[in-house]
């Protein structure tokens, strides 16, 4: 019997976030809005998630912060 499965983490993007200046860089721009997430797999179908995050990312250095 053959199962393909799989494990590993996601990103999803949430769209526009707030206009912040960023702790790393110093560039103030629109962040994005991003969920992060563990998920497993099963025939390519997910069955199971778990640690969501939404976090905001800058765009120009990739600094998140959660929310």
Do not use: H, Y
């Not at 702790?23 to 390519?44: A, D, E, I, K």
């Amino acid at each position: 019997m053959l199962f393909i499965f799989g494990f590993g983490g996601k990103q999803r993007d949430l769209g526009p976030g707030a206009t912040r200046t960023c702790p790393r860089c110093g560039n103030t721009t629109v962040w994005s809005r991003v969920q992060t997430f563990q998920q497993f797999t099963l025939f390519f179908i997910p069955i199971a998630r778990w640690r969501r995050r939404e976090l905001e990312a800058c765009g120009i250095c990739g600094e998140a912060v959660a929310l």
